[in-house]
């Protein structure tokens, strides 16, 4: 897996088009709210030249890509956290990602209404951020209220956790998001056991019109840049056509260029997501697959082998590390080694970008 993703937006933001767009799931699309009733899942495999070129040198080999998950959810509309709307009832669905993508309504279309009118991207991301706020205030609440008795019944740690909670209580109650706060140990430890939502990184994708850019997706973008983060514009409605209709890749880059497009919105949040999340893709070869791999950054090689297999991780002794340019220029391992190219790699080791690696056990 590379990361995954929840989408989060207003009701016909377009959270089920730019899905389709992404995912290529076919999500049904209607023109009115909470057409999405039920929470939906789409992989899709992360295109990477290089896993290509490295195939190339493995001809026979299954080429098997990393892949990037989408869950798209109901539409938040204000009052969700108190139950209104469809969107809260599936917040737990996207607790377990990586990272949300909020999709901001960028376009007009007399045919598709607003849920309040009047199209105002910088509002409509305050509504959704703020149910997302209430969510993990009531998560939190429920938190102190559990450790509170834990502290009185002389709980181990539970005097300084209460009190992490308290900490983190403030700071939602004022509005504020948990991305990016300096958490101490035990702040750290509640935010990622209660898995909150506030914390989670996050991009915008400003679902735009047939005509492209506009005053809408530029005030995301401004938003985007003051709050640390990206801002992918993306011709939803465009994009989930071509995706339809296209019969193969080159098919998609013909449609692409006749739009202006040099490339697909699931690439650039592909990129924008793995700079985000800081991750770095390495690269197998031994058995029946040619592979690629997805890690954070500073990853240890024994915890990289361990997404292949526990063993590698657990009953590791060392990595053979080559660098894919290299494997490629020599035209073969033997020769790389030949040429004293291949390293040899201990458990410090922390896995780079391009890496190809040959993982060895006890």
């Known amino acids: 897996m590379g990361f995954s993703c929840g989408l989060v937006g207003l009701p016909n933001a377009g959270k089920s088009t730019i899905f389709n767009a992404l995912s290529a ?3 049904r699309v209607e023109s009115y709210p909470f057409c999405t ?45 108190k ?32 849920v309040t009118g009047k199209i105002d991207p910088l509002r409509d991301v305050q509504v959704v951020e703020t149910e997302l706020l209430l969510k993990d205030y009531e998560t939190l609440r429920r938190m102190r209220e559990r450790l509170a008795r834990q502290t009185k019944g002389g709980g181990k740690h539970s005097a300084e956790q209460l009190a992490a909670c308290e900490r983190l209580l403030e700071v939602v ?19 990622r056991e209660l898995a909150l939502l506030s ?35 993306i011709r939803g ?45 390495f690269f197998t070869f031994v058995g029946p697959q040619v592979r690629a791999w997805t890690v954070p950054q500073h990853t ?27 494997l490629i220029s020599a035209g073969s391992e033997t020769a790389l080694r030949e040429q004293g190219r291949v390293i040899r790699a201990g458990q410090e080791y922390e896995v780079a970008d391009g890496d190809v690696i040959h993982f060895i056990c006890a």
């Open 173 to 191: 109650a004022r509005g504020e998001a948990i991305r990016g706060l300096d958490l101490d140990r035990e702040m750290e430890w509640i935010t």
């Open 83 to 114: 139950g209104e709307g469809m969107g809260n009832q599936f917040l737990a669905e996207i607790r377990t990602v990586d990272a949300l993508l909020h999709v901001v309504r960028c376009f007009s279309d007399q045919n598709v209404a607003h």
């Open 25 to 27: 799931a076919g999500a």
């Open 300 to 326: 240890p090689a024994p915890k990289a082998g361990g997404k292949i297999h526990s063993d590698f991780e657990e009953r590791f002794v060392l990595a053979e590390v080559m660098n894919l340019g290299e």
């Open 199 to 233: 914390a989670k990184p996050l991009l915008y994708v400003a679902n735009i019109g047939d005509d492209g850019e506009n005053i809408h997706s530029q005030k995301v973008e401004v938003l985007a840049r003051e709050r640390g983060t990206q801002s992918i514009p």
């Open 237 to 281: 409605r465009i994009e989930a056509e071509i995706v339809e209709v296209a019969g193969s890749e080159q098919e998609r880059r013909e449609y692409l260029q006749e739009w202006g497009l040099s490339e697909t919105g699931l690439t650039r949040l592909v990129k924008a997501g793995y700079a985000l999340l800081d991750l770095v893709t």
């Open 37 to 81: 009733i039920e929470a939906k899942l789409g992989r899709v495999p992360v295109a990477d030249p290089r896993l290509d070129r490295l195939a190339g040198l493995y001809t026979g080999k299954e080429k098997v890509h990393t892949q990037l998950e989408f869950i798209d959810i109901a539409g938040l509309v204000e009052g969700a956290s």
